[in-house]
T-cell receptor
């Protein structure tokens, strides 16, 4: 079964509102990463939070990690139409020699102008 | 996306054709990846190369054959594909695979349609 599952599957908000997206996972992780994908394009790395961190900020992005609940959230503040994209969480379960990212199905965010 | 390029961007092929996807990274990274992205499914890791050596083969059918001639180039050779192989194929690179906490840089993908 997949490691990361995002919630909700789709989110539609008005420009200027905040968007909150959640990710849950099943096994222990070393870090969790959030990526963004515009339609039909490659993924772009947004932010990484390590297992010993609880919160991290980058510009309008705020990520939290609760390892006891095995969950993470991505908050985009003051959303813009250009934030419309799919967002993926990816868990890095460092086992053995190699690091390996496991992605969820993604959340489709629509920001209405 | 600018550090990792993929060609072609779109490919339509018949089930009996042989084609190749190409990926090139200009970031000086040591690790490269192939992923398959199908609609409504999580991104599937296919292959991982570290310093031109394959370190992961995620139970991918033999009709997909990867090749990594050097740390900057990665190919995916395709032959006798099935319609269900139609998907967006993404290439990615990272500094290495050994250390946890490494971000991956993705190319724009090749949209493959198998008729």
């Amino acid at each position: 079964s997949q490691q990361g599952e995002e919630d909700p599957q789709a989110l539609s908000i008005q420009e200027g509102e905040n968007a909150t997206m959640n990710c849950s996972y099943k096994t222990s992780i070393n870090n969790l990463q959030w990526y963004r994908q515009n339609s039909g394009r490659g993924l772009v790395h947004l932010i990484l939070i390590r297992s010993n961190e609880r919160e991290k900020h980058s510009g309008r992005l705020r990520v939290t990690l609760d390892t006891s609940k095995k969950s993470s959230s991505l908050l985009i503040t003051a959303s813009r139409a250009a934030d419309t994209a799919s967002y993926f969480c990816a868990t890095d379960a460092y086992t053995g020699a190699n690091s390996k990212l496991t992605f969820g199905k993604g959340i489709t965010l629509s920001v209405r102008p | 996306e600018t550090g990792v390029t993929q060609t072609p961007r779109h490919l339509v092929m018949g089930m009996t054709n042989k084609k190749s996807l190409k990926c090139e990274q200009h970031l000086g990274h040591n690790a490269m990846y192939w992923y398959k992205q199908s609609a409504k499914k999580p991104l599937e890791l296919m292959f991982v190369y570290s310093l031109e050596e394959r370190v992961e083969n995620n139970s991918v059918p033999s009709r997909f054959s990867p090749e990594c001639p050097n740390s900057s180039h990665l190919f995916l050779h395709l032959h006798t594909l099935q319609p269900e192989d139609s998907a967006l194929y993404l290439c990615a690179s990272s500094q290495d695979v050994l250390a946890g906490g490494i971000e991956q840089f993705f190319g724009p993908g090749t949209r493959l349609t198998v008729l």
